[in-house]
């Protein structure tokens, strides 16, 4: 069967995530080992036991997913499962993980530069200045078209394309709070404020994009062993070049989850593995591509469910 593995991105953490595959994957133990070193600092005891305030902080919330994920990746290969994805993607941070994965970047260059990426981001706008908000049952162009009538010379723009019905808006708190109002008058099913600390993917963290290219400059980037799909085109690229010019990007840009997966349907993509913490993108898939095989793996049972799915389809 032709798969695509996906990552998820901030949102999907939680205290202890991991503590259990460690105790069946020496893979993974080593992971978390190897994020410690590089970042110079012990993610892992703040992931297996909190405290949660502190999990959930930008800064500690990327390197805590990545580090899961590939943790997760890793104890995959090390039981055997041959992984050759026609595409790797991720949603947002998800996509440092993804390149991870597929060899671009080293997991010590990938919790480096997603832990600044996030301090970097906590920085750009104080708090309570940004806010985002999540808009349920508009679609695309109604959501762009309530972001520019709240705007009133604000920023308020489309920042997660999460499924043709589920976007995501950002910008300054009181734009947003505007466009939440008005997508409810112009007939959204549900409009909420979204708890978080930053406003993600939207003009106001183009600062953060400046300080992120420098951070890349201190990584070593390879050619991938697949194509990822890009959150920032929705389409496939390889060349590291492209690839970096999409992450500085990325970082103002909004996500353009519900287009790639898509793109990856559309170039014959069957089935979509999740790697990582929740099963937060294998929902979104499921209302995108609904023909498509879902899998999420995070615990050591979903571990044996890989190979079953991805022979179990092929055959079908």
Known sequence: MKYAIVFPGQGSQAVGMGKELCGVSTAAKETFAEADEALGFSLSDIIFNGPEDKL????????????????VFRALQEKGVTLDPAFVAGHSLGEYTALVASGVLSLADGVRLVHKRGSFMQEAVPRGVGAMAAILGLEAD?????????????????????????????????????????????????????????PFH??????????????????????????????????????????????????????????????????????????GPGKVLAGTVKKIARQAAVLNVEQPADLEQVVPFIERKAEA
Request: proline content about 5%.
């Open 202 to 275: 939207c003009s106001l963290m183009r600062p953060v994009a400046d300080r992120l290219a420098a951070e890349m400059e201190k990584c070593v980037w390879n050619p991938g062993r697949c194509p990822l799909v890009a959150n920032v085109s929705a389409q496939p690229v390889s060349d590291v070049s492209a690839i970096r010019d999409g992450l500085y990007a990325q970082t103002y840009s909004p996500v353009r989850w519900t287009e790639s997966v898509q793109t990856m349907a559309a170039r014959g993509v069957e089935g979509f593995i999740e790697v």
């Open 142 to 198: 109604a959501v762009r078209a309530v972001c520019a009538e709240a705007a009133q010379g604000e920023v308020c723009e489309a920042a997660n394309y999460n499924t043709p019905v589920q976007i995501v808006i950002s910008g300054h708190t009181a734009a947003v709070e505007r466009a939440v109002a008005l997508a409810s008058a112009k007939g959204a099913k549900r409009s909420v404020m979204l708890n978080v600390s930053a």
């Open 56 to 71: 959930v902080l930008t800064a500690y919330t990327q390197p805590a997913i990545l580090a899961m994920s590939i943790a």
